[in-house]
Nanobody, 119 residues
Framework: QLQASGGGLVQPGRSLRLSCAAS????????MGWYRQTPGGQRELVAI???????NYGASVKGRFTISRDNTKHTVYLQMNSLKPEDTAVYYC???????????????WGQGTLVTVSS
């Protein structure tokens, strides 16, 4: 139900924008955001945007990444600027309390998109 896109290879210092769209007969979604995971590493918070405003960022991306969402399109975006090699990871889209039809589901994950920052 969550489809992420926008990953790829980018040079250090450059920018990249990720998108994640929720599909289906959705009428509401709670927090949406992004986590990332490196090989052998734990999944860590990148950024979360709440449905009525308010955001949280992981310490390592504050000031460089910006999360936004379009509730009419059930889509969340992650603008990543000043990328560093240590930002290389698989980025996973996340949504909580995703309500479609008569069913609300917690902890919904997308398939992940790979971001590689390298010269």
């Amino acid at each position: 139900q969550l489809q992420a896109s926008g990953g790829g290879l980018v040079q250090p210092g450059r920018s990249l924008r990720l998108s994640c769209a929720a599909s289906g007969s959705i009428y509401s979604i709670g927090p949406m955001g992004w986590y990332r995971q490196t090989p052998g590493g734990q999944r860590e918070l990148v950024a979360i945007a709440r449905s009525r405003g308010g955001t949280n960022y992981g310490a390592s991306v504050k000031g460089r990444f910006t999360i936004s969402r379009d509730n009419t399109k059930h889509t969340v975006y992650l603008q990543m600027n000043s990328l560093k090699p240590e930002d290389t990871a698989v980025y996973y889209c996340y949504a909580d309390n995703l309500c479609a039809g008569a069913i609300c589901t917690n902890d919904v994950w997308g398939q992940g998109t790979l971001v590689t920052v390298s010269s």
